[in-house]
């Protein structure tokens, strides 16, 4: 379809960009500073900037569509990233990584919901599953490209480029005929505010602990491949992760409509615990490569799943918002693990931090299967229609 084509290529400089800008933080910090604890707050507080800010600008595209929000967004992230590539010290370095958090442009709240107007119904769950293998995509090319010029003769390379991919990827996606089409939806008037919704409640619940070890994790990869010497390792082993998920995603979607959104959520949330476990007895070699892509796999699948779970519950109207709030509790919680993932690998060891995230993965499974009555709208067989509106409650867990 010429229109999935063109919106798959112009969204995919931008995402790559996201895909980059973990590391480029923390690389750029930690080249100034000589810090991981550093590091690893600034991105965290990059994380909790976005996060903060994530409900609101979802919300905001509820009301007033796509192009407003990337028209002002994109240009604004663009240049704090290139200031705060070129800036130095510890407080200017911290201040404008918070800066362009607020600004973090809704490349995949924008993206989502522009394939409801593209695929046709009986194609929605494979044209879910397709722009998330895309989007992981992205988070492969990302963190290789990023390693590769942090580490070389120009670092500021890094960050510059991270800076012109947003530009170029957020201006054509904002320009594309199909997003000015893009509608929000209508509220339902006296509806419940999404936030005192028992179900989302829960996943709000759930979304903490598993953003609170998603935070660490990201830190705990750069930090023991720094720590055993081999730092260009964290790229590739990003990459793996990020190429695994494609395949789980594209998995996913392949899977035929014998199982319910809530009993596919909860198998794969199984393997999770599973293939999670070994996590700290891993070094940055073939053991994390091979757990870190067995745990690709199991997430691009239960992402796929997650979407469709929420579009089931959430209520009319919230398209983008219900996503977009579910994140700011789960970025918010990325963020703190971010920074704390920082000063446990540097005072004890990353393996700490890969443990923590074990155990944040258990004690998610726990808060689901517990509360699973709270979703019992998603334990049946999604129809044709819930299909089609699953695109739009669909979010990147970047941005």
Not at 236 to 257: C, H, P, Q, V, Y
Request: charged share 10%; with cysteine; hydrophobic share 55%.
């Amino acid at each position: 379809m010429p229109s999935a084509f063109l919106l798959i290529f112009c969204s995919l400089p931008a995402r790559i960009a996201y895909g980059m800008l973990s590391l480029g933080i923390y690389f750029k910090i930690f080249h100034e500073t000589k810090s991981i604890s550093l590091a690893g707050l600034a991105v965290g507080l990059n994380a909790l900037a976005g996060s903060l800010t994530a409900g609101i600008r979802s919300s905001v595209i509820d009301k007033l569509g796509l192009r407003i929000p990337l028209r002002v967004l994109v240009p604004s992230f663009a240049a704090s990233v290139l200031i705060f590539n070129y800036v130095h010290g510890r407080i200017l370095l911290t201040v404008f990584s918070v800066a362009f958090g607020l600004f973090s442009p809704p490349i995949n709240l924008s993206v989502r919901p522009l394939w409801k107007l593209i695929a046709p119904a009986e194609h929605q769950r494979s044209a879910f599953a397709l722009d998330t293998a895309i989007m992981s995509s992205a988070a492969v090319i990302g963190p290789v490209v990023v390693t590769a010029l942090a580490l070389s003769k120009h670092p500021a390379m890094a960050l510059n480029l991270c800076a012109t991919l947003m530009l170029i990827g957020g201006v054509a996606l904002a320009l594309l005929p199909i997003t000015s089409r893009w509608k929000p939806e209508e509220k339902i008037k006296d509806a419940i505010h999404i936030l005192r919704m028992p179900a989302i409640q829960l996943l709000i619940l759930e979304g903490i602990f598993i953003g609170l070890g998603n935070g660490v994790f990201e830190i705990a990869i750069p930090a023991i491949s720094t720590l055993k010497h081999v730092p260009h390792r964290a790229g590739w082993l990003f990459g793996a992760f990020a190429t695994a998920n494609i395949l789980g995603s594209l998995l996913a979607g392949l899977i035929s409509k014998k199982l319910s959104p809530l009993k596919s959520f909860k198998r794969t949330y199984i393997c999770w615990v599973v293939v999670a476990a070994p996590l700290a007895y891993t070094n940055p070699n073939w053991s994390l490569f091979c757990v870190g892509s067995a745990l690709g796999i199991v997430v691009g699948a239960q992402m796929v799943f997650y979407w469709e779970l929420v579009e089931v519950i959430r209520p009319q109207g919230s398209a983008a918002s219900a996503l977009g709030w579910l994140w700011t509790f789960e970025g918010t919680a990325a963020a703190i693990g971010s920074a704390l993932g920082g000063y446990i690998c540097q005072t004890y060891s990353p393996r700490f931090g890969f443990a923590l995230f074990s155990a944040c993965i258990v004690i998610g499974f726990t808060i689901i299967s517990f509360g699973s009555n709270r979703l019992t709208a998603a334990d049946r067989l999604a129809k044709n229609q819930e299909d089609v509106n699953a695109i739009q409650a669909s979010l990147d867990k970047q941005k």
